[in-house]
C-alpha cells in the first residue's frame, strides 16, 4: 500500500522564484527602496512592545482604519489578508462553487488561474488583444458566453505593464452580473483606480498590496475594498487570524506615515521613467529588441527576438530579470542598477 497524491496535486510544482544569490534583482516588482532605512527605530518600538502571547487582532480594525484614511475610504469596506495573494485564494474559494466558471485573462498573473484549479473551478482564459491590451466589450462578451460567475484581472497589469481606463473598467463592471476583481496592485504608480467608487457596486471587490509601491513584500499584506456585505463576506470566509501581530504593528507605523507613498512613487517613477527611455532608445541600435511596452507601472515589459537567451547572458553577470516566453519583464531599480543592467545589455544585444 502507499498514499497517492490526488491528480489536482500531482502535477502542482512548488512556485519558485529564482533562486540563488544575485547581485541585482530586478525579477520580482519589489520596491527598490529599503523602509528600514527609515523606520527602524519605529519597527524596533512596536515590535518590543507586543503582546507575543496573545493572538492577533482577527479583524485588524486599527490597520484598516489607517490604510482606510491613507486613500479616503471608510473603514467599513476593507478586509486585510496576509498579502493580496491570500485573499485572493480566499475569494475564488468562497465567492465560487466548485464547477462554476472564472474568467481570465492571458497573459496575466499567474495566481488566478491556479487558485481557480485548486479550488475546481472552471477556469476559461480570454487572450488579450495582438498588442496586449484588453478590449472591454469582449470581455463582457465572453462573460456572457462562458457565464462566468467571477472575472479577475489586474490593472494595470503583471507582466504586461499596461493598463485599462477607469472607464473601460466601469463598464465591464456595469455591464455584467459576475463579480468582478480588480487586481490594483500597480496603480499607485497610474491614476486610473476605481478605489473610490468600489464601494457603490455590488459586484466589485479591489485589491490593494503593500508589497510594491509601498515597498513592504517582507511583511506579507494586502487590503481587498467592497461594499458591506462582500466585506462582511469576505471576513466570514477568510482564516481568524490571517494577519499576524508583527505584520499589523509594523503595517500601522508603515501607512501611518502620510507622505511616504507620495516618496516612494515618485522616486520609483522617476527610475522607471529613465529606464524606460534607455530601453527604447537602445530598442532603435538592436534588433534582438522587437518592442519596449510603454509601461504604466514599475517594470518595464520587452518582447525579444530570443528573450530566453538574453535572460540567461544577464544571470551570468548576476543580474536576475524575469524571462516569459518571448519577453522579458524588468523591474525598475536604483539609479545604479539600472545603469549596470544597462551596461550589460548593451553587450549582450545585437
Ligand atoms: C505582486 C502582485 C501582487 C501582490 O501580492 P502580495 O501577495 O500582496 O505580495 C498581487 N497581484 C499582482 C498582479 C502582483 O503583481
Redesign the pocket.
Known amino acids: 500500500m502507499s498514499y497517492q497524491l490526488n491528480d489536482k496535486l500531482a502535477s502542482l510544482v512548488p512556485y519558485q522564484p529564482i533562486s540563488g544569490e544575485y547581485k541585482i534583482r530586478l525579477d ?2 519589489e520596491s527598490y527602496l529599503n523602509l528600514a532605512d527609515v523606520f527602524a527605530e519605529r519597527f524596533a518600538n512596536v515590535v518590543a512592545n507586543l503582546d507575543f502571547n496573545r493572538y492577533p487582532d482577527p479583524y485588524a480594525v486599527k490597520l484598516c482604519k489607517i490604510f482606510a484614511e491613507r486613500y479616503s475610504l471608510s473603514p467599513d469596506f476593507i478586509t486585510a489578508s496576509n ?4 485573499i ?1 485564494g480566499v475569494i475564488v474559494a468562497s465567492f465560487l462553487k466548485k464547477g462554476e466558471t472564472m474568467l481570465t485573462l492571458a497573459p ?2 499567474s ?1 488566478y488561474g491556479f487558485y481557480g484549479e485548486m479550488y475546481e473551478c472552471k477556469v476559461e482564459t480570454l487572450n488579450k488583444e495582438d498588442d496586449l491590451t484588453i478590449n472591454a466589450d469582449t470581455v463582457l462578451q465572453t462573460l456572457k458566453n462562458t457565464k462566468a460567475r467571477l472575472f479577475i484581472f ?1 490593472n494595470p ?2 507582466p504586461t505593464s499596461l493598463g485599462l481606463s477607469r472607464e473601460d473598467v466601469l463598464k465591464i463592471i456595469q455591464g455584467t452580473d459576475a463579480l468582478v476583481v480588480v ?1 490594483e ?2 496603480m499607485d504608480f497610474w491614476d486610473q483606480s476605481i478605489l473610490n467608487t468600489a464601494s457603490e457596486y455590488d459586484n466589485v471587490i479591489v ?1 490593494k ?4 509601491a509601498m515597498g513592504a ?1 517582507a511583511i ?3 487590503f481587498a475594498i467592497a461594499n458591506k456585505t462582500l466585506t462582511n463576506a469576505m471576513s466570514a470566509a477568510k482564516s481568524p487570524y490571517n494577519v499576524n501581530a508583527l505584520t499589523q504593528a509594523v503595517g500601522e507605523v508603515i501607512l501611518s506615515d502620510k507622505t511616504l507613498l507620495q516618496r516612494q512613487v515618485k522616486d520609483i517613477l522617476n527610475s522607471k521613467n529613465a529606464l524606460q527611455a534607455s530601453l527604447c532608445a537602445m530598442a532603435k541600435e538592436k534588433s534582438d529588441i522587437i518592442k519596449v511596452y510603454n509601461s504604466c507601472t514599475n517594470f518595464i515589459f520587452i518582447k525579444m527576438v530570443d528573450a530566453k537567451s538574453v535572460y540567461a547572458a544577464l544571470l551570468k553577470k548576476s543580474i536576475a530579470v524575469r524571462c516569459m516566453g518571448q519577453y522579458l519583464r524588468i523591474t525598475a531599480g536604483s539609479d545604479e542598477e539600472n545603469k549596470e543592467l544597462l551596461k550589460e545589455l548593451n553587450h549582450i544585444l545585437q
Open positions: 520580482a516588482n498579502g493580496s495573494d491570500e485572493i496575466d498573473f495566481m489586474s497589469c503583471n487586481d496592485a500597480y485589491l498590496t503593500c508589497s510594491k513584500a506579507r499584506l494586502g
